[in-house]
Each structure stands twice: as structure tokens, then as C-alpha cells.
């Protein structure tokens, strides 16, 4: 078998602080509820304007993963790191000085599309380790702890002490971490091979591990939204609700877990054919569940949070199926983003003061969606696994 010359071998220290980069650059999305009810409490934005804001800068992120693979040189993508954490932790001392929905929804999407940038610069390292599968499992059990571990932190110490204007000091002092951390990347990254015409070629097995990525975010992303109503729905109170959340983030931590131990020993696509088929009946539980099953929810949360960071690192794999380069991978975080963001729009658009569970029903759709295109794409990963050098070639029949 000839050598990839194409990923670079990156060491451990070097891996570790791509992984830590990415999640500082994505620790905003924990805390969002904190520094939001801030903006609140503070008069600076409508509740109106809190699923504006947390919507865009979301999905902003996305975009600027998808768009930096498309138009950024990654031969400097150290520089290009420090650049973007520089403007986030610029934007972040700037954002209490702003006022209005409008203005902090854009503002915060031009903070979104930066932190984007950040998430590449740790994609590509991700994607040229030896082990990209599972130093993705890494990634995301890293963020889930940064995230919970600031949140307390934030509630707990800055907001009470440094009050919400500290806060967005205190957030930019971690960008500016990551500026200084971008000195420790790897000097070096190969451009990932091209086809012959210098462009990816878009085939069917190449689209549908993005698809399904999204479609698999986005039903999670429906019911996280709304987990505190829908706790209260189903007979929680509203103290248990709350503690709820910590626990999923909990659970969600012991699946990522799981997956960095069995990303190498569990086949692909099986995994992730199951894991839509577990996603889709627990949120069609979570959709016909009784009033005053608060036990029930509870379960059913619980199997939701494990299976939602165990699948993501095999999400990442399942491009790898259909593209060995890793130049589909890139982009596997900008489709679970971009699904974060749009599950709770369309959760948004299908709930009412008394429906809450139209939530779950958004949910259920998008991965019972997502098990489809699993089930579809069996045969074009198959035939990646059985034949690569003919499935590089652009099949799309």
C-alpha cells in the first residue's frame, strides 16, 4: 500500500492544542443562555431577539467552517488562527457597547463567522491525525467540558463578581488565549489531494454523510431547545427541569467517552445506521409521551445526550468511508452547526403556547430523515470500502 503522503503526521502536543483552539472557539455556544439572560436582565435586547441572536451566530459558525475550507489557504492557517481570534476577542469587548436585536445579531454573526474560522484551523489538524475518527471523539468531549466547566464558572464567579460587562471580558480573554495558542499548532499542513481538476468532485456517497450529519444535528438541536418546556410538559418541575440540563451535559460527556474507546472497533456504518434508528424512536417517545412521565423523560433524555456525542465522532468517519482524503471531513462540522441552528427554527415555527411537543415531533422527522440516507448510502460506502480508487472517480449514478 503506498504511503499518504498527503496527511502529514502531527503530533500529540500539536493535536491537543488544534482540539483546545476549537473548542475555546466554540465555548460562546455553552454559554450563550448565561450572557444572553445577561443582555436581558440588562435591557440591551428583547426576548424576541435572544433566538435571533443565538440562531445567527450558530449559524454562522457553520458557514465560516464551509467557507474557509473553500477559500483559505491552509499553508497559513496559523496566521489565519491568530487573525480570527484576535477579531472574536475584539468583537466580544465590543458587544456590551452595542444595543438592539438588530445590531447585536449582527454584530455576534460577524463574532460567528470568525469563531467558523477557528473550528477549521482545529478541522485541519483533525482530519491529518493518524487517528482522525478518534481524535474527533476528542474534540467533542473536550468542547462539552469546556463548555459545562465555563458555564459554572460564568454563573457562578464572573457574572456574580465581574457582572455581565466582565463576562464578555472574560470571553475574550479566552480568544486571545487561542492567539497565543496558534504559535503551537503545527508549522506545516499539506493541502489535502484534489481530483484531477483541482476541485473535490460531489458525488452521492460524498453528499450524504453531510446530509446526514445535519439532519441528525438538527433533530437534536429541536429538542435541546425546548428540553426545559418539555421537561415541564411531561411533570417535571421547573427547578428539575434546569437540573436536567446539567445532567444531560453529563451524559453527553460519558458518550463521547464511549466513542473515543469503540470509534475504532465499531463498523461505520452499522453504528450509524443504529444510532439514527435510536435517535428517531426516542424522539418519537419524547412526541407521544403521557402527561406526568417525568421518570420516562428522564430515560429518554438520557439515551438522547449518550447517543448524540457517541455518534458524532462516527459521523466523521462515515466521510472517511466515502472519501479516504479526508477533504469531505473538513466539512462535517459546518453540516452538524448549520443542523444545530436549523432544528430549533423549525421547532420555532411548529410550537405554540400549548404544543411544545411539536418540537419533538420536528426532531423525530429530521433523524427518522437522516436513517433514510443511512439506509440509502449503504451501497455507495460499500463500494468506497470495496473499491476506493473507482468510487474517487465521481459516480453519481
Known sequence: MAEQTSFPQVGPAQISVALLIGSLALVVLGLQPILLGALIDAHRITMSGIGLIAMGEIMTVGIGVASSDAALPVLRYRLIAVIAAVLVAGIDLATPYFGGDAALALLRCVAGFAEGVLVWVATCTIVRAREPDRAAAVFVVVQTVIQAVAAALFAGVVVPHAGWRGAFVALAA????????????????????KEADGKVIWTIGRVLPLAIAFLQMAGLGAIWAYLEPLGRSAGLSAEEA?????????????GGLAAIMLVRRLDVVTTVCAG?????????????????????????CAALAFVWLFLNPFQFGLTFRADGEGRVAVLVP????????????MASLAVGNDN????????????LASLALVWGGRKYWLRAQLAPDEVMQGDVT
Open 242 to 254: 434546569q437540573a436536567l440540563v446539567s445532567g444531560v451535559l453529563l451524559v453527553q460527556v460519558t
Open 174 to 193: 479566552l480568544l486571545v488565549l487561542c492567539a497565543l495558542l496558534a504559535a503551537e499548532l503545527a508549522p506545516d499542513l499539506a493541502p489535502l489531494a
Open 356 to 367: 411544545v411537543r411539536a418540537a419533538a415531533l420536528v426532531g423525530s422527522c429530521c433523524t
Open 276 to 300: 439514527a434508528l435510536v435517535l428517531t424512536a426516542v424522539t418519537a417517545g419524547l412526541y407521544f409521551l403521557p402527561h406526568n412521565a417525568a421518570g420516562r423523560f428522564v430515560v429518554l
Open 334 to 345: 459546518a453540516a452538524q452547526l448549520l443542523g444545530l441552528a436549523f432544528g430549533p427554527f
